[in-house]
């Protein structure tokens, strides 16, 4: 499926492309962008509930800048903890792939801890890999095509990873299908383990205690709410949110922005197509 979105920039527009069937594994989806236009265009990358990483394959690159400036340049990856940052783009083709946390660390191959918030050339962590693949979807004719490399690269990755505790992993689940609600008590007793020993082997494994993941999932079904146009007020009832001043000090939190200045952002305007199954629990 592909559609085209405009963006704040009139000169340019966003196809994007996506897997005819569910991408490879468990934990792991993908989707195409190609970016054209006669100048560049600004994004602001919003956290969101997955490990991130690009894999850019045109004749032009990408920049990202943080609070220290210029951050990276080309393909990367965003750990789970990311802080919103900005993108320059201008006519970019690349594959971005959004990784559950539970499948991330065999697929990076570190951590999800060490990664943390940063965002790192993708280069630091497959080496070599990344210019062979990046030459491959280069010279592949079509997405699906691209997507099968990227399939490939992944799959064989996860196989040679190590996994997470599957006490982890169905706590990390149990956090996705509540929407961020679920209590921590909860989720301690569902592992069996103390809550003290869920808080350690989850925030070794994902990277963010079970607190602050669980703020980031909820964070993320509420401001695509507000994206689609609902009331502020509702979206913090029904989001399991203090009032309506709470949702906005956890929007300012995550993305350094007001709640309606984040959901007018592009980077959310492109999920309904590029992502889906953000949709579902």
């Not at 994902?206 to 993941?213: D, E, N, Q, S, V």
């Amino acid at each position: 499926m592909r559609a085209v979105r405009r963006t704040a920039n009139p000169t340019a527009a966003w196809e994007i492309a996506r897997p005819s069937r569910t991408a490879a594994p468990r934990g792991v989806d993908m989707a195409g962008f190609r970016i054209r236009g006669d100048s560049p265009i600004e994004l602001l990358a919003i956290p969101h509930p997955a490990v991130t990483i690009a894999v850019e394959f045109g004749d032009r690159s990408f920049d990202v800048h943080g609070e220290a400036g210029r951050m990276r340049s080309g393909s990367l990856a965003a750990g789970l903890a990311f802080g919103a940052f900005q993108v320059r783009a201008e006519a970019v083709e690349c594959v971005q792939i959004r990784l559950s946390p539970v499948a991330a660390h065999a697929v990076l191959g570190v951590p999800s801890v060490e990664l943390g918030g940063s965002v790192v050339a993708l280069d630091d962590l497959w080496g070599r890999d990344v210019a062979r693949l990046r030459e491959r979807l280069h010279h592949a004719q079509t997405w699906p095509e691209r997507f099968a490399l990227v399939d490939a690269e992944l799959s064989s990755r996860l196989l040679a990873g190590p996994a997470v505790d599957p006490e982890v992993a169905l706590a990390w689940r149990q956090i996705v299908a509540s929407r961020g609600q679920i209590r921590i008590g909860d989720l301690a007793a569902g592992a069996g383990w103390s809550r003290q020993r869920l808080w350690s082997r989850f925030g070794a494994q994902i990277g963010l205690t079970p607190k602050r993941a669980a703020m980031l999932v909820r964070f993320d079904h509420a401001i695509h709410r507000l994206a689609d146009g609902h009331a502020p007020a509702q979206v913090a009832a029904d989001g399991g949110y203090v009032d309506q001043s709470h949702l906005h000090h956890d929007v300012r939190a995550f993305t350094g922005a007001t709640p309606t200045a984040s959901a007018n952002e592009p980077w959310l305007a492109a999920d309904d197509t590029a992502w889906p199954a953000h949709l579902s629990p």
